[in-house]
């Protein structure tokens, strides 16, 4: 037997009333089935695509990835401005020389960055054997490109996986890579002191401070 709805309970009545009354008993009816199908099917079109990337799709990622930008071209700026003959300059003999400090970053680096991506620390030892500008600053571009990996690809699920931090046990591979920019803003402000002591306008006192993008 045949379930009897409420629309075919309108049907059955319109089909034994005249044409007006018909219109005035289906037609809300049908009006409000119409527009709720429509509603759907805008709601479909609009609706954002669920594989196109946005900076909510990962917002502690991506503002760790920009931080982390900026300081690769601060550090390297750093490098290139301060001539060689001041690379090695100290102010006191307790302290790093220049130079030192700059290798002393990248040699932490591998090791953050080493331990986020899971991979064996290169341990590169580039404070004690790098000297000469030339040398350190190739070891800088090289260190940021090992690096890059460890930023790059990172989302903020998998930032939230674990890794072994030595001597300090598991920590996110987030807080690993904050730890790196935290250790990168301690020995850039040591350079900016060295830099303004030989009267040298440290990276982020230029203008503009960042590279600006080309005009198109």
Do not use: W
């Amino acid at each position: 037997m045949q379930k009897v709805t409420p629309l075919l309970i309108l049907i059955a009545t319109a089909v034994r009333k005249p044409m007006t009354i018909v219109m005035r008993t289906i037609m809300p009816t049908v009006l409000i089935l119409l527009l709720a199908s429509a509603t759907v099917v805008l709601a479909q079109n609009t609706a954002p695509k669920a594989d196109v990337p946005t900076i909510q799709d990962n917002p502690f990622t991506t503002h760790n990835n920009i931080v982390y930008r900026g300081y690769r071209y601060l550090l390297l700026r750093s490098a290139e401005k301060m001539p060689e003959e001041y690379y090695s300059f100290r102010p006191t003999d307790a302290v790093r020389t220049y130079g030192q400090i700059l290798g002393h970053v990248v040699d932490a680096q591998y090791g953050f960055c080493a331990a986020v991506l899971g991979e064996k620390n290169p341990l590169p030892n580039i404070e004690k054997s790098k000297t000469s500008k030339a040398d350190l600053i190739a070891a800088i571009k090289d260190g940021f490109a090992y690096c890059d990996r460890a930023y790059s690809g990172m989302t903020d699920a998998l930032g939230a996986t674990t890794v072994m931090y030595p001597g300090r046990g598991n920590v996110s591979k987030l807080a690993m890579l904050n730890t790196n920019l935290l250790h990168m803003t301690e020995h850039y402000g040591n350079l900016v002191t060295y830099m303004r002591m030989k009267n040298i306008v440290p990276p982020t006192s230029e203008t503009p401070v960042l590279p600006q993008s080309p005009k198109k």
